[in-house]
């Protein structure tokens, strides 16, 4: 039965009911949709927790994929709990059985086919809407332009010094190009629910705050940290489709992202990996050697020799982390004549979207 604290037509409590169920000697299993309604089952004597309203009640956010959370707080009462709730991988029930539910419930993931087919749908990139990529990096803001699939026009310029300036151009460049989607990859991390930059560097000023979402746009907008989304953007080309990829973006500074069978590894408020913070031998940051902000125009041979192993350093951690099929090098400092030869040697791939690596990120990410 519903156990929630949701009132019932006829006014009755969970403690008559259970106290009804077993007059009738029978056992009284509790769906839940929180803690609180948990410890109120308990209270009131059912016998075993099912985690069946988890997420679809305004008692607790809903989660992607199964409440395991919620899975471990009603296993914590000694009561035999049954997971319930999104369970459509074999890693979930397993997950599940080893946190302490006795059993798990399997829905939608068997007998819907609706909602199996739905995990299919991709969107096509070569329909006819007009789609916006925006990349906004530690020098340039670029936005361009996308049709069938095609990157039509790139507009670009210097990175304004005001958060709100910046918003403005945007918009500007989508009432110009009457774009039907958007795409925004930035330094600094983002939350890919929000769109706000709740974290960054002061590379980009009055970064940290900023919002890029659909409402402030007024079409569908997608964004993500920059490496996140570069590393999509690769992921998604025809040479690196279906393989485990990494993406090292040198730029004015440093960003990088990984793609893990299709999907993009991030925490979940858009955490990305700060290979950029790793400190060397030399008491200096990956970032302060290797990205374009620390060099000179013209690197002297003693930068370009520190910037080398700073790379060496981020390759070698990339094959450790995650033991990617490619690691694909993208940005000013990345696909520069002094590194490009480094980049060859350690068996990593120039980007093939050349200086628009950012700006396919950012398309391929309206396109997810």
């Known amino acids: 039965m519903d156990a929630s604290a949701r009132s019932r037509p006829d006014g009755s409590t969970v403690a008559e009911l259970v106290e009804m169920i077993h007059q009738a000697g029978v056992l009284a299993m509790a769906d839940c949709d929180s803690s609180e309604t948990i410890d109120h089952a308990v209270a009131s004597g059912c016998d075993l927790i099912g985690t069946t309203l988890a997420g679809y009640t305004p008692a607790r956010a809903m989660t992607t994929g199964p409440d395991f959370e919620l899975v471990r707080y009603a296993v914590s009462t000694g009561l035999?709990?049954?997971a319930e709730g999104r369970y459509a991988e074999r890693w979930e029930v397993e997950a599940a059985l080893r946190i302490g539910a006795q059993a798990v419930v399997i829905g939608g993931a068997i007998n819907d086919p609706v909602k199996q087919t739905r995990k299919f749908i991709v969107r096509n990139p070569n329909n006819k809407e007009r789609i916006g990529a925006v990349d906004i990096g530690g020098t340039w803001i670029r936005f361009a332009v996308f049709e069938s699939g095609q990157l039509v026009a790139v507009e670009r310029e210097p990175l304004p010094s005001k958060r709100q300036q910046r918003i403005q151009w945007i918009h500007s460049q989508i009432a110009?190009?009457?774009v039907q989607r958007l795409g925004v990859g930035t330094g600094g991390t983002v939350d890919p629910v929000t769109g706000e930059v709740w974290e960054a560097k002061p590379i980009i000023p009055e970064h940290q705050g900023s919002v890029f979402h659909s409402e402030v746009f007024e079409i569908p907008t997608v964004s993500l940290n920059d490496g996140l989304a570069t590393a999509w953007g690769h992921a998604c080309h025809p040479d690196f489709a279906g393989k485990n990829v990494a993406t090292l973006a040198l730029g004015t500074g440093v960003g990088a992202g990984f793609v893990l069978r299709?999907?993009?590894?991030?925490?979940?408020?858009?955490?990305?990996p700060r290979l950029n913070d790793v400190m060397t031998d030399s008491g200096r940051t990956v970032e302060e050697l290797l990205g374009g902000a620390g060099l000179s125009p013209e690197p002297t041979l003693e930068q370009r020799q520190d910037a080398i192993e700073a790379f060496r350093t981020v390759v070698r951690?990339?094959?450790?982390?995650?033991y990617p099929d490619v690691i694909v090098v993208a940005g000013s400092v990345g696909l520069s004549d002094w590194l490009r030869p480094v980049v060859e040697e350690l068996g990593c791939v120039p980007t093939p979207y050349g200086a628009e690596a950012g700006i396919w990120g950012s398309y391929w990410l309206a396109c997810r």
Do not use: A, S
Not at 262 to 272: A, H, K, L, S
Not at 317 to 322: A, D, F, G, K, Q
């Open 262 to 272: 299709g999907e993009i590894v991030r925490g979940p408020r858009g955490e990305y």
């Open 176 to 178: 110009q190009h009457r």
């Open 317 to 322: 951690l990339t094959r450790e982390m995650i």
């Open 80 to 82: 035999p709990v049954i």
